[in-house]
C-alpha cells in the first residue's frame, strides 16, 4: 500500500509540474502575443494618423484646385500643360540622344574591328607550293588511285594542301 502511494504522489507532483509548465507557456505566449498585439495597434494608429493627413491634404488641394481653375484662362492652362509634358519629356529626350550616342560609338568601333579583320584576312594567302601545275598533277595523281600520302611525298607538299586541293575541285 505503501508503495501505492509514494506512485500516486509521484504522479500528483509531476501533473504539477506539468501545470506549471503549462501555465508559464501560456503566459509567455501571452506576453509575445499581447507585444505583437500592441505593435500592430501602433501601426494601425500611425497609419490613420497618416489618413487623417492625406485627406486633409487633399481637401485643401482640392479647394486650391477649384480656386486657381476659376482664376486661370485657357491659355494658361495650355501654359501649364505645355510646361508639364515638356518636364516629362525632358528626360526621355536626354536618355534617348545619350542612347544614340553610344549606339554610334559602338558603330564606329564595329567598323574599325571589321575593318582589321579585312585587312588580316587579306594577308592571308594560299601556300606557293599549292598553284595550277600542282593542282592538276594531284588530280591526275589521285584519279590514278595515288593515295593521298603518296602525293604529298612525290610533291613535296604537305597531305593538308593535297586535301585541301582535293577538297576545292570536289574530287574528295
Given amino acids: 500500500m505503501n508503495y501505492l502511494q509514494f506512485n500516486i504522489e509521484y504522479i500528483v507532483v509531476v501533473m504539477a509540474g506539468i501545470i506549471l509548465y503549462l501555465l508559464y507557456y501560456v503566459y509567455a505566449k501571452d506576453a509575445s502575443y499581447t507585444r505583437n498585439i500592441r505593435s500592430v495597434a501602433s501601426v494601425v494608429e500611425e497609419m490613420n494618423r497618416e489618413l487623417f493627413y492625406l485627406k486633409k491634404n487633399l481637401t485643401e488641394t482640392q479647394g486650391s484646385i477649384k480656386e486657381n481653375s476659376q482664376r486661370m484662362n ?76 603518296a602525293i604529298s611525298k612525290k610533291l613535296h607538299i604537305s597531305q593538308p594542301e593535297v586535301e585541301f586541293v582535293l577538297k576545292i575541285n570536289k574530287i574528295k
Fill in 74 to 149: 485657357d491659355e494658361a492652362i495650355y501654359e501649364e500643360i505645355e510646361r508639364s509634358v515638356y518636364d516629362m519629356v525632358q528626360p526621355l529626350s536626354l536618355g534617348i540622344k545619350q542612347l544614340q550616342d553610344n549606339l554610334n560609338t559602338i558603330d564606329i568601333e564595329v567598323s574599325k574591328r571589321i575593318a582589321h579583320l579585312e585587312s588580316g584576312v587579306k594577308q592571308i594567302s594560299i601556300p606557293t607550293s599549292v598553284h595550277g601545275n600542282d593542282d592538276e598533277k594531284i588530280i591526275s595523281l589521285f584519279k590514278k588511285g595515288v593515295s593521298v600520302e
